[in-house]
């Protein structure tokens, strides 16, 4: 691309390009064992790359490269590490990947990819970070057995259900920005996670308690159909934790055990009854510093006039069932929210009265 100068030191009359072309590494033999090309490149990946038998690595940095894959990664066993993020590449994932059994990480994100999700993918042996976000990838999420880490496919239009086992293995899991419907039973095994965003699918049913794990330190589930959450008061959340389960249809109690939360987002729910007390020695020891319950149906702020909030702390309980009297002055929501303080007390009564007869 215009201003970059990263060929400028490809001199082809040059008695040893393993030691002067820039992003070139050789073997001890001098044979290409890395290839690092940009950033700021623009063109197409010539199908000659499948003539570096000896290739470990492939890299491409962010540009403008445009095309196809190239189609022979057959000739390629040696590779380990595919990274060509942030082009402009398209069309499917060619099925000779089907044969590096010796990757460990693929990272095909923010590119123009498109086709079903290859089966083979999720199956090679020793691949433990696949990272496909950001395409156009579709159809279902396939079953999983490499020991993967690391599994990004957001921002796709991957539908479907998620298959019934994923690698205990798995501590990234980022499945968010697609259409992807039914329980998420099959992620109950997953008690290692650290990092798990769902957001802005169509799951339904109940969150499992083993996501909210000792490992969990950001979680993502809003703006699906989740209905439950099933949480005890075992449960302890690691300090510093995020948790964002807005914009979901979950009814019941607030669950006591969600109290140490840093950042807790449960605001546009279901949720009844009283907040409970964690919540509030939560935020006045400055363990929560985020606390969203707007737009539900809770029904008390059990608050002592004699308490004092951190100034670090942003508390929205507006659009509920309770007297505004006691949160006056505490409130701090986000700015889109409607500045009614209280819902109109004919929704709470016949929501209530609905409740206690279904």
């Not at 298959?163 to 008690?191: D, Q």
């Not at 249809?249 to 140490?260: D, M, Y």
Request: include cysteine; charge should be neutral.
């Amino acid at each position: 691309m215009p201003g970059s100068a990263f060929f400028s030191t490809w001199d082809f009359t040059t008695p040893d390009p393993c030691s002067t072309f820039a992003g070139l590494t050789c073997t001890s033999l001098g044979r290409v064992s890395a290839l690092s090309l940009g950033p700021n490149l623009s063109g197409s990946l010539s199908p000659s790359i499948s003539n570096l038998t000896h290739l470990t690595q492939l890299v491409l940095y962010p540009g403008l490269v445009t095309g196809p894959l190239p189609p022979r990664f057959d000739t390629l066993p040696l590779l380990r590490v595919i990274s060509l993020t942030r082009n402009r590449l398209t069309g499917p994932i060619p099925n000779s990947f089907s044969s590096l059994s010796y990757l460990h990480t693929l990272d095909l994100s923010y590119n123009q990819l498109s086709g079903s999700l290859p089966p083979f993918l999720t199956t090679l042996p020793r691949l433990k970070v696949l990272v496909l976000a950001s395409n156009r990838f579709s159809d279902n999420v396939k079953p999983v057995s490499s020991p993967l880490l690391h599994l990004d496919l957001k921002m796709n239009q991957i539908s479907g259900q998620l298959p019934p086992l994923f690698p205990t293995t798995l501590r990234y899991l980022s499945l968010a920005g697609n259409s992807i419907s039914g329980t998420i039973i099959p992620l109950e095994p997953l008690t290692d996670l650290t990092y798990i965003d769902l957001s802005m699918n169509r799951f339904t049913g109940a969150i499992p308690q083993s996501l909210f794990g000792s490992t969990t330190t950001s979680m993502f589930l809003q703006r699906n159909n989740f209905t439950s959450i099933n949480a005890t008061s075992l449960l302890m959340l690691p300090q510093g934790s995020v948790v964002d389960l807005s914009h979901n249809s979950i009814s019941g109690e607030l669950p006591p055990s969600l109290a140490g939360a840093e950042s807790l987002f449960l605001n546009n729910n279901r949720f009844t009854g009283e907040i409970p007390e964690e919540y509030i020695k939560s935020l006045i020891n400055g363990t929560t510093e985020t606390l969203f319950l707007q737009h539900n149906y809770l029904t008390r702020f059990p608050w002592n006039s004699g308490s004092q909030l951190p100034d670090s702390v942003s508390l929205c309980l507006s659009y509920n069932c309770m007297d505004t009297d006691p949160v006056v002055g505490l409130s701090t929501c986000p700015i889109e929210v409607a500045p009614l303080l209280s819902r109109p007390a004919i929704q709470c009564s016949r929501f209530y009265n609905h409740s206690s007869t279904g």
